[in-house]
């Protein structure tokens, strides 16, 4: 549901910015702030994915984890996706998402997310498997090791 949302609201935002900046600033240099986010956003998607390329593969000649410079890169992925797309909300999102520090804090918060969700996975099923009894016992080792099982009797062919 909360993805039929974004879809309905981000286009009625960047049309109301279109009216908005359009009427303060009139076509031509609305259009021109527009043209002009999405080549400095390719140029700066191009410059940040190639050193996160670099952190990646030093990461991976280091044998250190990978996660935190994929997950970089998806995120500048994703700023380029959304500076192509024409509006100024999503300009700014996408220009936000190119400053590391907000990755950062971003990549945070998912990961605390992710952590919490585990953290509720993983108590639903001890409880689930648990039920809260206990049942308490004595358990000694046995005195003698078990006698070796039998080899199954053997039938003689007619």
Do not use: K
Not at 105 to 130: S, T
Not at 139 to 150: D, G, N, Q, V
């Amino acid at each position: 549901m909360w993805l039929f949302l974004v879809f309905l609201a981000v286009p009625l935002v960047e049309i109301a910015l279109f009216i908005t900046v359009g009427g303060w600033l009139t076509l031509w240099p609305t259009l021109a702030i527009v043209v002009v986010t999405g080549a400095f956003g390719a140029a700066l998607i191009r410059r940040q994915g190639l050193r996160t390329l670099d952190e990646l593969r030093r990461a991976m000649d280091r044998l250190d984890d990978p996660l935190t410079p994929l997950a970089h890169g998806v995120m500048i992925l994703l700023a380029g996706a959304l500076l192509l797309t024409p509006g100024f909300f999503t300009d700014a999102v996408g220009l936000a998402l190119l400053i590391p520090q907000v990755r950062g804090a971003l990549l945070q918060r998912l990961a605390a997310g992710v952590r919490a969700r585990a953290m509720a996975a993983r108590r639903d099923a001890a409880f689930r498997f648990d039920h809260g009894e206990v049942i308490e016992g004595a358990c000694s080792p046995p005195s003698e090791p078990p006698p070796p099982p039998h080899p199954p009797p053997v039938r003689a062919r007619h």
